[in-house]
């Protein structure tokens, strides 16, 4: 029997009031009732911290004094942050790794990405094999790579020296140790690139080249002329997404060389792990949070605003 | 109807009804719960008589605090799981509940020090690391065992056969003691006996001796894939450890009575430069070890000496040890000096102290006496060495497990690092500075005198 709900919830609304009530509260507001639960999450779980931590940063608060309250001293913290010789030193090697990775990362995505572009059959085998290093736990990652750089027993080395070559102290020497990271780093995300990458190709209208190809256009050309172009949004967005995901890198350097050798691997995340829940200075923690934040906020701005990786045509 | 009324008058004239009967169990129980304290305060007083009699209020397993529950928090090593398997032996004897709780030492330290700093009194039970004893008595977060220890059955505490200097060490900051101590550790020198008796060699007693063996076996046996010697280098915790052995037989330390760094004295740069030179006739993979990779490499056999804490005796005379039946243990060398050795073995260890915040302090010292009693060493000797020195010299236990005479000297001659709140940050900076200088990125002078900078700011700031 199809009733109008009006006249259905008027004729109850008598005899159970509260209840239907909220009935018809739920059904009038649906956007906040399914959103509802995420802003709770958010606000609790992310603008709540964000917000705490920011004011933190702009006060003094012995954390280990049992009777301890906050005292305001304004940019006391952000000073530090730019005279402090291992902080600098830390974004130095921050940033060397950020640009040996992500430019890694790229490469070598886009050129799984033509290759899966290319495949035919078994198509859901390989994609599926090429997510595993992203899907695996970072941790574990950091654990299994740190077994295979050690200099006397690990793989890498073991192969090495079954080819003849000498094997390195990949961990233990400050020439090797922020490569063997980078070499973890590129293994566990380099499918993230390939996926978006694999994607955008996917899209690609086949109309142009087929077009050049009938022009006489060889592989190279079209590859320089028609797909890198189309592809620069992509691009740009991987770009993006990879340099604030490694910024943030924290699991593997833990893991694989504790900020060592002397500090050579210590990036920025680790030193304000280290001030934050080692040391227990967690104003300065979130004067070092928020002052790569601004780093971060103007490097995207900066590439996304250059037009570096806007699409031409 | 009727029969039902002939029934219970029936009763009535025969003896209680079974209505009856519960009436006055009821009313009964009501009556002693009512008045149950009263009695009880008549049932401790007997209890109280009979303490009287011994003199203690601890230590016996009264069952004065029955129905309480005490947390525990414990770093996760093998003598908090071997507790944790007795634990319901306590609760039986006495009738407190405790739920022990084992954590990762980093998982520990946010987990104890989120609760002590809150004052939340989740924690009952903390397990103080020696080097946090600074921050966590100097900061009020435990209570004092003075009073305890006065009300304890002395046969069962026997607070004097603890080693003095571990208990200066892990549970005493300025004169008060903190808790008594439940896990210890202190740095020796394993060594192969095969090795050695191959080519001849005694175990090293000074760092010169140990330099001259280590390069002799490397030269000798780096071919068949054993190397000199093998030890925890990589940028850390153990690697200070590690150097404090070599830096404080030499006569020098952080920073002297008046808080002023000393890391540019000649013990400081002449102990990093020692362990430098070691470095040829290590393994290859040294600098990066820490903690389990260097016991697995000595346990693999590819190494004939090894650095290392006494509590990895265990694993180098376990079953699955390629090296059982072909180890010793015995004191790090030291220095010489008028004849005799100066050693300084880096011990450290860990103290089972009571929250000030706590509602459950007595009981939770009741558990800490009997955790750390003469007879539990001797039950918890499998799981590592105790603090106490009938455990550590029982003849007994020395045949069983080889660690305990080596240990027992490493306590005898110890030092411990400095426990004072601002260490953490220290010590990583130290480690920062060490690692620089074995790994060649800057000279020993150059790098120290940076940590030594780095180190006056700290302590004063």
């Given at each position: ?18 209840l ?6 739920l ?34 608060w012995?954390?280990?004094?049992r ?22 030193q ?9 640009t ?49 750089f ?87 967005v ?46 300065y ?19 996304i ?9 | 109807m ?17 209505r ?10 009501i009556?002693?719960?009512?008045f ?11 209890a ?27 770093v996760?090593?093998?003598?908090s799981?071997g ?7 306590f609760?039986e ?8 709780n084992?954590?990762?030492y ?78 210890t ?55 200070v450890?590690?150097?404090l ?18 890391m540019?004295s ?26 389990d990779?260097?016991?697995?490499t ?31 243990i015995t ?51 499998k ?19 080889i ?59």
């Amino acid at each position: 029997m199809a009733v109008p709900i009006g006249t259905l919830t008027n004729s109850v609304v008598r005899r159970r009031d509260p209840l239907s009530r909220l009935r018809k509260w739920l059904h009038s507001n649906p956007a906040t009732v399914m959103l509802g639960p995420a802003i709770v999450v958010l606000l609790v779980f992310t603008i709540f911290p964000s917000i705490y931590s920011l004011a933190l940063s702009f006060q003094d608060w012995n954390m280990q004094a049992r009777n301890s309250h906050w005292v305001f001293q304004g940019l006391k913290y952000y000073q530090r942050v730019l005279t402090d010789p291992r902080a600098l030193q830390a974004f130095c090697v921050t940033g060397i790794f950020i640009t040996g990775s992500v430019l890694s990362e790229i490469v070598f995505g886009l050129l799984i990405a033509l290759l899966l572009d290319q495949q035919r059959r078994g198509t859901g085998i390989t994609r599926t094999a090429i997510l595993l290093p992203m899907m695996t736990t970072p941790v574990v990652v950091g654990l299994i790579w740190r077994l295979m750089f050690n200099a006397d027993i690990g793989w890498i080395n073991f192969v090495l020296r079954a080819l003849h070559l000498p094997g390195l102290d990949w961990l233990g020497s400050p020439h090797t140790a922020l490569l063997s990271i980078g070499i973890a780093d590129v293994w566990e995300w380099t499918p993230f690139v390939a996926i978006i990458l694999l994607a955008a190709l996917k899209a690609m209208p086949m109309e142009p080249t087929e077009a050049a190809r009938v022009d006489g256009a060889g592989p190279f050309q079209i590859f320089r002329l028609l797909v890198l172009p189309y592809l620069r949004p992509a691009i740009g967005v991987c770009v993006l997404l990879r340099v604030i995901d490694s910024v943030k890198s924290f699991d593997l350097f833990y893991v694989l060389t504790g900020g060592g050798p002397g500090t050579a691997t210590e990036v920025i995340g680790l030193y304000t792990y280290k001030q934050g829940f080692n040391f227990f200075k967690l104003n300065y923690a979130a004067a070092l949070s928020y002052s790569t934040l601004i780093l971060v906020v103007i490097f995207a701005n900066i590439a996304i605003f250059s037009g570096l990786f806007r699409q031409t045509r | 109807m009727n029969d039902e009324k002939r029934q219970s008058q029936s009763n009535a004239d025969n003896g209680l009804s079974r209505r009856d009967l519960i009436k006055r169990a009821v009313a009964a129980g009501i009556s002693i719960g009512a008045f149950g304290p009263s009695l009880a305060r008549f049932g401790i007083g007997t209890a109280k008589a009979a303490e009287a009699s011994s003199g203690a209020k601890f230590g016996n397993l009264a069952k004065s605090w029955s129905g309480k529950t005490l947390n525990v928090s414990l770093v996760a090593e093998a003598r908090s799981d071997g507790i944790k398997q007795l634990a319901h032996e306590f609760t039986e004897k006495t009738g407190v509940n405790v739920n022990i709780n084992i954590y990762p030492y980093p998982t520990l330290q946010e987990r104890q020090f989120t609760a002590v700093n809150q004052r939340t009194g989740n924690i009952d039970i903390v397990h103080v690391d020696c080097v946090w004893m600074g921050q966590y008595a100097g900061q009020g977060w435990l209570h004092p065992v003075t009073d305890y220890v006065k009300d304890t059955d002395p046969a069962v505490l026997s607070v004097d056969d603890f080693i003095p200097r571990v208990m200066d060490e892990q549970c005493r900051w300025d004169g008060t003691l903190y808790g008594l101590p439940f896990i210890t550790a202190g740095f020796t020198l394993y060594y192969r006996t095969d090795i050695f008796d191959k080519y001849g060699l005694k175990p090293p007693q000074t760092w010169d001796e140990l330099l001259q063996v280590a390069k002799t076996i490397h030269e000798k046996e780096s071919a068949n894939g054993v190397a000199g010697l093998t030890m925890m280098a990589k940028r850390g915790v153990q690697l200070v450890c590690t150097h404090l052995n070599v830096f404080g037989s030499m006569g020098g330390y952080y920073y002297d009575k008046d808080k002023k760094p000393t890391m540019t004295s000649d013990a400081a740069i002449k102990s990093i430069e020692y362990l430098r030179s070691l470095l040829p006739y290590c393994n290859q993979g040294t600098l990066a070890q820490d903690y389990d990779e260097a016991a697995a490499t000595f346990k693999q056999g590819r190494a004939a000496m090894n650095l290392q804490w006494q509590n990895a005796a265990p694993q180098f005379v376990g079953e699955n040890s390629q090296v059982k039946g072909k180890v010793a243990i015995t004191a790090v060398p030291g220095v010489s000096e008028n004849g005799t050795i100066k050693r300084t073995a880096t011990i450290g260890g860990w103290d089972m102290g009571i929250v000030e915040d706590s509602k459950n302090k007595e009981a939770a010292w009741e558990f800490i006496v009997w955790a750390t009693t003469k007879d539990m060493e001797k039950r918890l000797a499998k799981f590592g060495t105790g603090a106490r020195e009938s455990t550590l010299s029982d003849p007994q236990l020395s045949k069983t497990y080889i660690e305990y005479p080596a240990t027992y000297a490493a306590f005898k001659d110890s030092i411990g690092r400095p426990r004072i709140p601002q260490w953490v940050e220290m010590s990583d900076v130290l480690a920062a500075g060490l690692s620089n200088i074995m790994t060649d990125q800057n000279k020993a002078k150059d790098a120290l005198a940076d940590v030594n900078e780095k180190f006056a700011q700290t302590l004063q700031g």
